[in-house]
């Protein structure tokens, strides 16, 4: 795949050919400049206001920045409906593994996908900064809304529309809980073979995914891990607000001063 920071569609054969959506804006000059890849949230897009503002940070540092689109997301092939965690992980280890970058920020269910994605590839990811993170979000906070009606309709393979609060209602199938409960990291001991820094930031007025969820992610780390969750009070689950991207551009200029 060529290096441009232009969108490029490339086929990945793991869900079918379909096409996936990324782009890659090189460093400036510095091959050996950091880079740093963008997961985005549960049918999100990598035009989004924080991806945005992300790549344009990382323009002015003078790194490499990649971000996609999941399969069923944004710009990329696939159905909505269709998307499944399993999927999710897939793409971002396919970019993972032709974009070679050093540190994951991953935000909502991108955090939890950039956390899976770090276990399976620790050689490659030196670290994670996770926003809003949402792993285990599920059957954490999902499926408990669903009716008695809709739970016999996802059984019987139907597709069935979960409210959102900011958009059309997502279209989910039970592969999609199915594929969750897979890759738990709340119900497993996972988390214990992390090997890199983590760096999270949670809003308290986070109406999505309560920051505790964020806690009793960091609590299954090993004591001795080097992580940290900062909680910023007032921000919402988007956190692209003036105030929560500073602090997220400064966490992220920390982290990369402390792997390098």
Known sequence: MATTSEVTLSTF????????????????????????????????????????????????QGWHFTRFDYSGHGQSGGAPADFTLSNGLDDTLAMLDEHHPSILIGSSMGAWLATLAALRRPEKVNALLLLAAAPDFISELMVPKLSVGDIWDLSQGNVVDVPNNYDEPFKIKQALIDSGKELSLLHSDALNTLACPVRMLHGTHDNDVPFELAIRMMSKLPKDHDAALTLLHGADHRLSDETSLATIFTQLDALVAHIT
């Open 13 to 60: 054969a793991h869900t079918g050919d379909l096409e996936l959506a990324f782009e890659h804006s090189p460093a400036n000059s510095d091959i050996q400049a950091p880079h740093i890849m963008f997961c985005g949230g549960f049918h999100s897009a990598m035009q989004g206001a924080k991806a945005q503002a992300l790549k344009a940070h990382c323009r002015e």
